[in-house]
Nanobody, 115 residues
Framework: QVQLEESGGGLVQTGGSLRLSCAASLTYFSLSTMGWYRQAPGKERELVASITGGGNTITADFVKGRFTISRENVKNTVYLQMNSLKPEDTAVYYC?????????WGQGTQVTVSS
């Protein structure tokens, strides 16, 4: 059974930083494309950033230059470093694993940025 466990969310002031972690119990983790998505109240879930097993990344324009995705395959963990946070970054952040088209999701972690 695949499990993705996010941690690191919380309340932070504008301009602050947080680092999200997602620990995956997933065979072939190193072959999976891992991603971070977010969903704000009343909005659709959107991709924030993703990283392939080989380390290639995609970062959404709205966080480019502020957020960085990385992974440690030996720890089966993916990270999202979030700097210069803005109130509009407030959302539930979800970890996603894509293994040959099979998608798995974590339960989400709340990030709240106060103005």
């Amino acid at each position: 059974q695949v499990q993705l466990e996010e941690s690191g969310g919380g309340l932070v002031q504008t301009g602050g930083s947080l680092r999200l972690s997602c620990a995956a119990s997933l065979t072939y983790f190193s072959l999976s494309t891992m991603g971070w998505y977010r969903q704000a109240p009343g909005k659709e879930r959107e991709l924030v950033a993703s990283i392939t097993g080989g380390g290639n990344t995609i970062t959404a324009d709205f966080v480019k230059g502020r957020f960085t995705i990385s992974r440690e395959n030996v720890k089966n963990t993916v990270y999202l470093q979030m700097n210069s946070l803005k109130p509009e970054d407030t959302a539930v952040y979800y970890c996603n694993a894509n293994l040959v088209g099979q998608h798995y999701w974590g339960q989400g972690t709340q990030v709240t940025v106060s103005s």
